[in-house]
């Protein structure tokens, strides 16, 4: 079966540090691979994703993740933190051609960013 | 354009009671699905609609019914309330149905069953 999980379900840093939120995810196909954002009292926004062309992904706000077949990882880095980074973030996968996008997700990674 | 959007914001219910959730998108959407939101289980798929008149089951879909009459709206219906549906819920609309595709959220709907 598909599964995703998020190493740590809190990771604080200090303002200026290196975020580093990590994502494993176990697949028999090639999985497509999503990073979301949740800010206090709002739904959830695209980070970036993974659709099988290039491996290293940049997304908004500085925020750029790996995809690694071997490690079956795709962990969201961004190397310097701003205070209005602390959010809870949410790796998913969705699994194979022609799938009707159902997203799995992993528990979240409340990220804490201290002055 | 206002993306997608959900009704109520809150909403408390007493055990047994039912109650629709709202959700619609102005983007003309193909595909629209709702997921709960429980602490430490990430997000978890309770329906989805691959267009009008077509709906199925996600991973939780006990005591969830849907329908879908129109692409841009895709109501939840609580039929009986149970204080284990206590949840964020939110709704969420993508382009295609690929698995590549980017899902869009709404603001979600906070319920709490007594």
């Known amino acids: 079966a598909q599964s995703v999980t998020q190493l740590g379900s809190h990771v604080s840093v200090s303002e200026g540090a290196l975020v580093l939120l990590r994502c494993n995810y176990s697949s028999s196909v090639p999985p497509y691979l999503f990073w979301y954002v949740q800010y206090p009292n709002q739904g959830l926004q695209l980070l970036l994703k993974y659709t099988s062309a290039a491996t290293l992904v940049k997304g908004i706000n500085g925020f750029e993740a790996e995809f690694k077949k071997s490690e079956t990882s795709f962990h969201l880095t961004k190397p310097s933190a701003h205070m209005r980074d602390a959010a809870e973030y949410f790796c998913?996968?969705?699994f194979g051609s022609g799938n009707t996008g159902k997203l799995i997700f992993g528990q979240g990674t409340t990220l804490q960013v201290k002055p | 354009n206002a993306g997608v959007t959900q009704t109520p914001k809150f909403q408390v219910l007493k055990t047994g009671q039912s109650m629709t959730l709202q959700c619609a998108q102005d983007?003309?959407?193909?595909?629209m699905s709702w997921y709960r939101q429980d602490p430490g289980m990430g997000l978890r798929l309770i329906h989805y609609?691959?267009?009008?008149?077509?709906?199925d089951q996600g991973e939780v879909p006990n005591g969830y019914n849907v329908s879908r009459s129109t692409t841009e709206d895709f109501p939840l219906r609580l039929l009986s309330a149970a204080p284990s549906q206590t949840s964020v819920y939110f709704c969420?609309?993508?382009f295609g149905t690929g698995a590549y595709n980017e899902q869009f959220f709404g603001p979600g709907t906070r319920l709490t069953v007594l």
């Open positions: 609609s691959v267009g009008a008149g077509i709906t």
């Open positions: 983007m003309n959407h193909e595909y």
């Open positions: 998913a996968v969705s």
């Open positions: 969420a609309s993508s």
